[in-house]
């Protein structure tokens, strides 16, 4: 009933000052599913809301995002690097955190304000759950109901090693895995979607069967010059399922010296790390879209009255500060902010859709004047990532608005060259160059396993397909390749390629150290 109400409230207040207490979040969460569904239509995973303290947060944040993750030092270094900065000062911590699961899971800090906690669960527990749920990446890649399981099982696993064969061999192995993570994914589709919930089983049933692989791979290798010279450069490729993207995958399945403990650790990271893989590529999407749920769910709240007006403009703060975009003179800037970017396209997007113009008539023929712009960004929500997403949607209004230009910067020149303008053709070039700046090409080398010399000193071999002629670091490669050396037993070849002319650039050696003790 609303006949006690004030005049122009439809709602009761959800709260009214900063304190808070259980039931008040549960009149949030109410209130805010309620403006997510009939507002938006958004389709989600069930949530499930977590109160954690600051240094549980910080916990968090050193351990990928991910608190149920497996023990390992480098979580513990990261953990008293935030917590320094934090302490001093010198930074804030997220007022959330949220995993890609199903339940979703929501961390929201005991130290926010009511109006604050109003704002992340409409941000995390329904705009990044509503991505998470209906984008095509997380769809392909992730087994949202799986990872929570999956987790424990791992740190059960991790611990349970470190008990049997000392953590020192453990941490080693561990710490050569994370220097591959980046070269731990596949790329494409496999033949068969991942499901997490079942790895605990095939775990036992692999180390029953002692990976018959071993055997199979290793059986092949010539006795003779003859019989090697029969053996074409082909068919071993072929038994090896060679080139192999995935380098962790590779080793899992081929390196000799390995323990069937040690390739199921190498199991679990590479599964981490194919986890997070279609995070990285949907960072200005994930985060559009968060923030563009978000505003929409405070603004139904405020326009009904379910929060008072101290409290809307205490979330228009901490919205402006949210979206806000340093220009590239201000001394902290730090590349364009993936919140301010997403949220004003998610808004150019809804302008075009209910009030275009002429030109955005003539750039979006499909979506202007459609008019029903919240499917129109479930659509693109479902449908796109980072890379395509800019390439498709970015308008030459918001490109004059940013006052963005594409600026070659040529080191082979003294000057710097305007490469594009706000005309016509340099809107076209500008919505590439920003696009690239998110392909994932460009943003992780291409470093496929080509050869392994199986008749002589089984030497494996790497490629990397060099991308507008940046060769990789050599301090950073050199560090990596021994830690593969390590993994593998062998010596290792990394040779950087020129794509168009096959020119061999640079060769990078690793030579094998002692095998990690098993």
């Given at each position: 009933?609303?006949?006690?109400?004030?005049?122009?409230?439809?709602?009761p207040?959800?709260?009214?000052?900063?304190?808070?207490?259980f039931?008040?979040?549960?009149?949030?969460?109410?209130?805010?599913?309620?403006?997510a569904?009939?507002?938006?239509?958004?389709?989600?995973?069930?949530?499930?809301?977590?109160?954690?303290?600051?240094?549980?947060?910080?916990?968090?944040?050193?351990?990928?995002?991910?608190?149920?993750?497996?023990?390992?030092?480098?979580?513990?270094?990261?953990?008293?690097?935030?917590e320094?900065?934090?302490?001093?000062?010198?930074?804030?911590l997220?007022?959330?955190?949220?995993?890609?699961?199903?339940?979703?899971?929501?961390?929201?800090m005991?130290?926010?304000s009511?109006m604050?906690?109003t704002?992340?669960i409409?941000?995390?527990?329904?705009?990044?759950n509503?991505?998470?749920?209906?984008?095509?990446?997380?769809?392909?890649?992730?087994?949202?109901?799986?990872?929570?399981?999956?987790?424990?099982?791992?740190?059960?696993?991790?611990?349970?090693?470190?008990?049997?064969?000392?953590?020192?061999?453990?941490?080693?192995?561990?710490?050569?895995?994370?220097?591959?993570?980046?070269?731990?994914?596949?790329?494409?589709?496999?033949?068969?979607?991942?499901?997490?919930?079942?790895?605990?089983?095939?775990?036992?049933?692999?180390?029953?069967?002692?990976e018959?692989?071993?055997?199979?791979?290793?059986?092949?290798?010539?006795?003779?010059a003859?019989?090697?010279?029969?053996?074409?450069?082909?068919?071993?490729?072929?038994?090896?399922?060679?080139?192999?993207?995935?380098?962790?995958?590779f080793?899992?399945?081929?390196?000799?010296?390995?323990?069937?403990?040690?390739?199921?650790?190498l199991?679990?990271?590479?599964?981490?790390?194919?986890?997070?893989y279609?995070?990285?590529?949907?960072?200005?999407?994930?985060?559009?879209?968060?923030?563009?749920?978000?505003?929409?769910?405070?603004?139904?709240?405020?326009?009904?009255g379910?929060?008072?007006?101290?409290?809307?403009?205490?979330?228009?703060?901490?919205?402006?500060n949210?979206?806000?975009?340093?220009?590239?003179?201000?001394?902290?800037?730090?590349?364009?902010?993936?919140?301010?970017?997403?949220?004003?396209m998610?808004?150019?997007i809804a302008?075009?859709?209910?009030?275009?113009?002429?030109?955005?008539?003539?750039?979006?023929?499909?979506?202007?004047?459609?008019?029903?712009?919240?499917?129109?960004?479930?659509?693109?929500?479902?449908?796109?990532?980072?890379?395509?997403?800019?390439?498709?949607?970015?308008?030459?209004?918001?490109?004059?608005?940013?006052?963005?230009?594409?600026?070659l910067?040529?080191?082979?020149?003294?000057?710097?060259?305007?490469?594009?303008?706000?005309?016509?053709?340099?809107y076209?070039?500008?919505?590439?160059?920003?696009?690239?700046?998110?392909?994932?090409a460009?943003?992780?080398?291409?470093?496929?396993?080509?050869?392994?010399?199986?008749?002589?000193?089984?030497?494996?071999?790497?490629q990397?397909?060099?991308?507008?002629?940046?060769?990789?670091?050599?301090?950073?490669?050199?560090?990596?390749?021994q830690n593969?050396?390590?993994?593998?037993?062998?010596?290792?070849?990394?040779?950087?390629?020129d794509?168009?002319?096959?020119?061999?650039l640079?060769?990078?050696?690793?030579?094998a150290?002692?095998?990690?003790?098993?």
């Amino acid at each position: 009933m609303t006949a006690d109400l004030p005049r122009g409230r439809t709602h009761p207040l959800l709260f009214s000052g900063t304190d808070w207490d259980f039931d008040t979040i549960r009149r949030i969460y109410e209130a805010v599913e309620e403006a997510a569904r009939n507002e938006l239509g958004l389709d989600t995973y069930p949530n499930q809301i977590e109160v954690i303290t600051a240094e549980q947060m910080l916990d968090a944040y050193s351990s990928t995002g991910m608190p149920q993750l497996y023990k390992h030092w480098s979580f513990g270094k990261q953990f008293a690097h935030h917590e320094l900065v934090y302490r001093k000062g010198m930074r804030g911590l997220a007022y959330e955190l949220v995993i890609n699961s199903d339940p979703c899971i929501s961390y929201v800090m005991e130290e926010n304000s009511a109006m604050m906690q109003t704002l992340v669960i409409a941000h995390a527990a329904f705009g990044h759950n509503h991505f998470f749920k209906n984008n095509y990446l997380f769809r392909q890649w992730t087994d949202a109901e799986g990872i929570r399981d999956y987790l424990e099982f791992a740190k059960g696993y991790v611990a349970s090693c470190e008990e049997r064969y000392g953590q020192a061999a453990v941490e080693q192995l561990i710490d050569a895995a994370h220097s591959l993570m980046n070269q731990g994914v596949h790329r494409y589709p496999r033949r068969q979607r991942l499901d997490l919930k079942a790895e605990e089983q095939r775990e036992a049933e692999r180390h029953a069967y002692q990976e018959r692989f071993y055997n199979d791979l290793w059986r092949t290798i010539p006795t003779g010059a003859q019989q090697a010279s029969r053996q074409s450069e082909d068919k071993r490729r072929a038994l090896l399922e060679l080139p192999e993207e995935n380098i962790l995958y590779f080793l899992e399945k081929t390196a000799p010296k390995l323990a069937p403990w040690q390739r199921e650790i190498l199991r679990i990271v590479r599964h981490v790390a194919q986890y997070f893989y279609p995070q990285s590529q949907t960072k200005v999407m994930n985060e559009g879209c968060a923030t563009y749920c978000h505003y929409r769910i405070m603004t139904r709240l405020h326009r009904q009255g379910s929060i008072n007006d101290g409290a809307f403009l205490e979330f228009l703060q901490s919205h402006t500060n949210v979206v806000a975009q340093p220009t590239f003179d201000t001394p902290y800037y730090n590349g364009i902010n993936p919140y301010a970017l997403g949220f004003a396209m998610m808004e150019d997007i809804a302008r075009i859709c209910n009030d275009p113009r002429d030109e955005d008539r003539e750039w979006f023929p499909d979506i202007a004047g459609k008019g029903d712009a919240d499917n129109v960004l479930k659509h693109i929500w479902a449908n796109y990532r980072d890379e395509s997403f800019i390439a498709q949607f970015l308008s030459p209004r918001l490109i004059r608005e940013w006052r963005i230009f594409h600026v070659l910067d040529n080191a082979n020149k003294n000057v710097l060259e305007i490469a594009a303008i706000h005309d016509e053709r340099g809107y076209r070039r500008i919505r590439r160059a920003l696009a690239r700046q998110y392909d994932i090409a460009w943003q992780q080398a291409d470093i496929q396993v080509v050869d392994v010399d199986l008749a002589g000193d089984r030497h494996l071999i790497l490629q990397h397909e060099v991308v507008n002629g940046i060769l990789l670091a050599e301090g950073d490669t050199a560090q990596v390749l021994q830690n593969l050396a390590t993994l593998w037993g062998y010596n290792v070849i990394l040779r950087e390629v020129d794509p168009a002319t096959r020119k061999v650039l640079k060769e990078h050696v690793a030579r094998a150290t002692p095998a990690i003790a098993a």
